[in-house]
């Protein structure tokens, strides 16, 4: 009998991990600058979660939160351990409610993309955008949909006084690798998607553009904007063998932050830098995914490109690049871009349990 109730028992825990979350949708008219006219955003990236989740990383989002106060997060991708063999239904679910959790009891607005190792997970993604919206102040959607990219979205920020869309924050589904382990690039029919999002938007505007930031997980194609050529003479210099232009390369003067291995990019270039450079919007683009690099800087084309460092201890990185970035915007001046990490090094010599050493 008792282990007839076992099985009965486990087989109830597994269904409920399939039924939809009930939550008070928020949605993205609740972003808006503060009195100030002010409005931070911070980026948590390649957490790579599984139900099993280190002190560290809940202290020192603990921490970051309550020092920084966001008005809105972002999860980059990789928010998940994919390859993880116990990713079940109810251990994904676990493991997104703790990476999620210090921030929802803030009850501060949250959304996430998806990234390569969060599509290796059995669990589809429709499903994990479910648990996700597990709290009040997610505000999520599914977004625009074509084949398996998922969570394309467009969330609208409105000025101090609540009384207009001012800024456009977009999502993109930047996918995984292809049958051939080769890192797909952003696709065609989601840049149209953004021209369309955008052109509307502008329509609505009186014919003005809407300044935007976009955050996908794999980098763009075009980081080596920010590099400049050099050779393996150069202590400096890192071997940079997954861009358009292999070689050795450090960063331009003028760029912040590490460049400390090399960015992974999509096999191949569907224009999607060159659509955001003719509509005209987009003043940043973020992206994660290498978790040892922080470089940022700004394109000749006026366009900030922000590599996010891993965020975890659950992932591989650099422990003095483990961390967070943190983007500010101000409503008197739209058009810059305020952007710097916070990292455990930061808190760890009186607040954050230290491990040390590199974890897999």
Known sequence: MKRFLSVILSAVLLLTAFIPCVYAKNDSASLKFDENGKFKIMLIADTHYTDQVYDECTEFFNLVLDDEKPDLVVFMGDNVKGYWVGSTPMSVKSAISQLVEPVA?????????????DYQTLVAKSLQTKYFNMYDSCIMENGYTYLHRKANCSYLIKDSKGEKDIYNLITLDSGT??????????????IDWYKETVSSLKEKNGGEVIPSIVFQHIPIYEVEKLFEKSDETNENAVKCSAIANPGYYVLKDGVDGELRGSPKVPYTNTGEYDAFAQMGDVKGVFFAHDHKNTYCGTTDDGIMLGAVPTSSFQSSGDNDLRGVRIIELDENDLNKIETRCVFYEDYKDEDVSWKGGNYP
Do not use: C, F, S, W
């Open 105 to 117: 009891e803030r009850n501060i607005p949250y959304t996430a993309i998806y990234g390569n190792h």
């Open 177 to 190: 690798k292809d049958a051939e382990e080769k890192l797909m690039p952003v696709l065609t029919q989601q």
